[in-house]
């Protein structure tokens, strides 16, 4: 690749940590994931949670029927289940027969929609035990929900108290730790010994490649930047630059876009998510470009991740042109709007 090139080509890549809702509007959301990902793990914190296969089955006819709708039949959506206290053994093993792809661990209260999720992991330890069996993997959003523990500390006491305990029980149970965002935990993926088969991985967001916590309080809240886990200082931006960059396949591409309408993003009490769906891939390009390591964008956005999955990796291409594309203020969403990330400013590369 030569040092500044202005356009680059990849195999399509993949989104692996995506939520898009539900009702009128998945529609919207769905439309600019299309565009660039050819597959993505949908996300199942709905209200009520996406708690079984019959639920997973609905909601992907209704994922299938908006597909229609945009008139695109070249989109896969990987199915998730959401753990809980009460998820079975029988239901993980089904879930397995069915083709889903990962189950979810969301600690209760930890983030959008989770109260249903696990308020122990001890209470898992069947399902746990069966989806070590079947190869089922567990896909984390680790924080740990004590609220004695500072919001910024909470994804690496969640190491110490939650996922190194989890992977010592179950050496081999396959671990995505989703949205990393701090050195800790960038560094616990990069150095964890697994026996044989890897067995962890982890997803990177473009925000948390390209933000710090600055940019939460830049002049003013600034809400459309407040996602869980909350950005992070400098020092921990770098470390997962260097993670993402580096051509290790334990990191690769989770967007975690998660669109909520404006009005309840400016809020007195604002909800967390950032929308970077609109222009996913231009981002990325853009954090690997400001590293000199646009040539390892491929791996980590379309190799690693069907790899881990034990997926073919897409054969279609796509091409990104180093070419300023204006982001608007706001998107339709449904009956609403919704303010995508870098809204009214500019993202150095846009989809060829
Ligand atoms: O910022 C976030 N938004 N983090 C999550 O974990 C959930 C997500 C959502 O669903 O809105
Ligand atoms: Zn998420």
Redesign the pocket.
């Known amino acids: 690749m030569p040092m500044n090139p202005t356009q680059i080509q990849l195999i399509q890549p993949d989104d692996w940590h995506l939520?898009i809702r539900d009702g009128a509007v998945m529609k919207d959301v769905l439309a600019d994931t299309v565009r660039q990902f050819a597959r993505a793990i949908i996300?199942p914190?709905l209200k009520p949670p996406v708690t079984t296969v019959d639920l997973a089955n609905t909601y992907r006819a209704r994922i299938l029927a908006q597909l229609k709708l945009l008139d695109v039949d070249s989109f896969t959506p990987l199915m998730t289940l959401y753990l809980t206290n009460n998820t079975s053994v029988d239901e993980v093993r089904k879930a397995k027969l069915a083709g889903i792809a990962a189950f979810k661990l969301?600690p209760a209260g930890?983030?959008?929609?989770?109260d249903a999720g696990v308020s122990d992991l001890k209470h898992c330890h069947a399902a746990l035990e069966a989806m070590q069996a079947v190869g089922m993997p567990l896909l984390v959003?680790g924080e740990v929900t004590n609220s004695q523990v500072d919001i910024f500390d909470r994804e690496a006491v969640f190491i110490d108290q939650v996922l190194e305990p989890l992977r010592k029980t179950f050496p081999e149970l396959k671990i995505v730790f989703e949205?990393i965002t701090t050195l800790q935990a960038a560094h616990y993926v990069r150095d964890a010994t697994t026996a044989g088969k890897n067995t962890i991985a982890a997803t990177i967001t473009p925000q948390h490649l390209l933000m710090n916590r600055n940019a939460i309080f830049n002049g003013g809240i600034r809400p459309h930047h407040?996602?869980?886990?909350v950005l992070k200082r400098e020092e921990h931006r770098l470390a997962l630059l260097e993670v993402a960059t580096s051509g290790n396949p334990r990191f690769f591409l989770g967007t975690?876009s998660?669109?909520?309408a404006k009005g309840a993003k400016e809020a007195a009490c604002g909800?967390?998510?950032?929308y970077s769906a609109f222009n996913a891939m231009g981002l990325y390009a853009e954090a690997f470009e400001s590293v000199g390591k646009l040539d390892r964008l491929e791996g980590f956005a379309s190799f690693f991740g069907p790899d881990f999955y034990t997926l073919p990796r897409n054969s279609k291409k796509i091409t990104l042109v180093k070419q300023a594309q204006n982001i608007p203020h706001e998107l339709p969403l449904g009956s609403e709007t919704i303010v995508p990330l870098r809204a009214g400013e500019t993202i150095a590369w846009s989809l060829g």
Do not use: V
Request: hydrophobic content about 20%; proline content about 9%.
């Open positions: 939520h996300m914190n969301y930890a983030t959008t929609n989770s959003h949205h407040y996602c869980l886990p975690d998660a669109p909520h909800c967390a998510g950032c």
